[in-house]
C-alpha cells in the first residue's frame, strides 16, 4: 500500500513513540483541584516560555480563544478582530453564542495584518448608545492569510494602539512557535505587546490534545473558572500535558524542516501545474486553482494519495507537518503532477 500524504493540516499528525512513552508514565492527579504535577509543571513552562505570569491548560484552540473572550470581556462589550481570523470564521460563533460579545471585523490584508488607522478607528467607548470596545484579537501566524508570521513591531503597534484605548489584546498564537522560528524571534517577545496569548500543542508541535492560555496570574484564575463553566476542567489531564512537555522539549526548532518542506511544495506546485501560490513563511501553503476547480481537483488528488484541504472553489490548503518528510513532499509532487498530466 502506497502512504497516503495528509497535507490536510498539520493537526493531523499521530503522536510517535517517545511522545506516547512520555504519556505514559506521566504522574498524574486531579488537576481540578489543582492536584496533577504534569498539568501543573506544563502551565508553568508555557507562561514561562511565553513571558506571561500563569497559564492555563484547556483542551483546544477554540476553548482558549472562548475562554479568553470569555474573561476579558463583558457580555454586550464589543470585540475588533479581523475578517479571516479563526476566531471570526471558524469557531461557530462562540464569541456571540457563549462570550456575548459583538465581533466588529477589519479586513484582513494579505499577510494577516490589520490597518493601524483602521484599527485605531474602530473603539468605542462604553455610552448611552453605544457598546465598549474592550478587546482587540490578533492571530499570528495567520492561518487564512497563509501562515504568515506578523512581524514584531506590527504586533507592538496595533496592542500599542489598544490599549491607548483602553482596551486589551489577546493574541491567537495557535501556531506562535511556527512564527518564533520563522522571524528568529522568541514567542515570549512576539506576544510581549499582548496581555494574553494562546497556543496549541495539537497543530506543528505534535501531540494529540491540547492549548495553553497565558496571561497574568488574576486574568487565569478567571479563565479557570470560565473552563469550568464550558465543562473543560480536566482531571487526570497530566497523560495529555506531558505530550505537551515532550513537545515543547523536542518539536519546535523541527518546524523549520516543515517551513522548508512548505517552500518546496509551493515551489514544486508552481511549475507543475495550474496552480498559484504564496510564498509561504512557514508550514502553510495557499493553493489558487488558475485552472479546474476544488470540486474536481481535491478529488484526484486524494484518489492520488494526495490530501489537501478545500478553502473555496478556487482555493486548497495544504500544510506541512511532522507526519511528512522531505521525501513525502518529493512523492506528493510527483503524484499531483500525475493528475496534472491527465487533467
Ligand atoms: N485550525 C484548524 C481548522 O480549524 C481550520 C486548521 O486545520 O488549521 N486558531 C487558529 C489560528 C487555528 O488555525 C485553529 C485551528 C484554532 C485556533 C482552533 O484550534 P482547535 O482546532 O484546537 O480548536
Not at 484552540?61 to 476579558?72: D, I, K, P, R, W
Not at 518564533?180 to 490534545?209: H, N, R, W, Y
Amino acid at each position: 500500500m502506497t502512504k497516503t500524504i495528509d497535507l490536510r493540516s498539520d493537526t493531523v499528525t499521530r503522536p510517535g513513540a517517545a511522545m506516547r512513552q512520555a504519556m505514559a508514565t506521566a504522574e498524574v492527579g486531579d488537576d481540578v483541584f489543582g492536584d496533577d504535577p504534569t498539568v501543573n509543571r506544563l502551565e508553568r513552562t508555557a507562561a514561562e516560555l511565553l513571558g506571561k505570569e500563569a497559564a492555563v491548560f484547556v483542551a483546544s484552540g477554540t476553548m482558549a480563544n472562548l475562554v479568553a473572550l470569555m474573561s476579558h470581556t463583558r457580555p454586550g462589550d464589543e470585540i475588533v478582530l479581523g475578517d479571516h481570523s479563526h476566531i471570526f470564521v471558524y469557531e461557530v460563533a462562540g464569541a456571540a453564542r457563549i462570550a456575548n460579545v459583538m465581533t466588529h471585523t477589519l479586513r484582513n490584508r494579505e499577510d494577516g495584518s490589520l490597518n493601524l488607522d483602521e484599527v485605531a478607528g474602530s473603539f468605542r467607548q462604553r455610552g448611552l448608545h453605544t457598546p465598549a470596545t474592550s478587546l482587540l484579537c490578533l492571530e499570528n501566524t495567520h492561518n487564512r492569510c497563509g501562515g504568515t508570521a506578523l512581524p514584531v513591531d506590527e504586533v507592538d503597534a496595533l496592542a500599542g494602539v489598544a490599549h491607548q484605548h483602553g482596551a486589551r489584546v489577546h493574541l491567537d498564537g495557535a501556531r506562535i512557535f511556527n512564527a518564533q522560528v520563522a522571524l528568529e524571534t522568541p514567542a515570549a517577545t512576539i506576544a510581549k505587546s499582548c496581555d494574553t496569548v494562546s497556543f496549541c500543542l495539537s497543530k506543528g508541535l505534535g501531540c494529540p490534545v491540547g492549548s495553553l492560555l497565558c496571561g497574568p496570574a488574576d486574568f487565569v484564575m478567571e479563565a479557570r473558572r470560565n473552563r469550568k463553566i464550558l465543562g473543560g476542567g480536566m482531571r487526570q489531564a497530566g497523560v495529555l500535558a506531558a505530550a505537551g512537555l515532550y513537545a515543547l522539549a523536542h518539536n519546535v526548532g523541527r518546524l523549520a524542516e516543515d517551513h522548508a518542506n512548505a517552500r518546496k511544495l509551493a515551489e514544486g506546485l508552481r511549475s507543475i501545474g495550474p496552480f498559484r501560490t504564496n510564498q509561504p513563511d512557514t508550514n502553510i501553503v495557499m493553493v489558487d486553482l488558475t485552472g479546474g476547480t476544488a470540486s474536481t481537483w481535491a478529488p484526484a488528488l486524494a484518489e492520488a494519495g494526495v490530501l489537501a484541504t478545500t478553502m473555496s472553489e478556487t482555493r486548497l490548503r495544504m500544510v506541512a507537518n511532522l507526519d511528512v518528510n522531505a521525501g513525502d513532499i518529493d512523492e506528493a509532487l510527483k503524484r499531483v503532477a500525475r493528475v496534472a498530466d491527465r487533467a
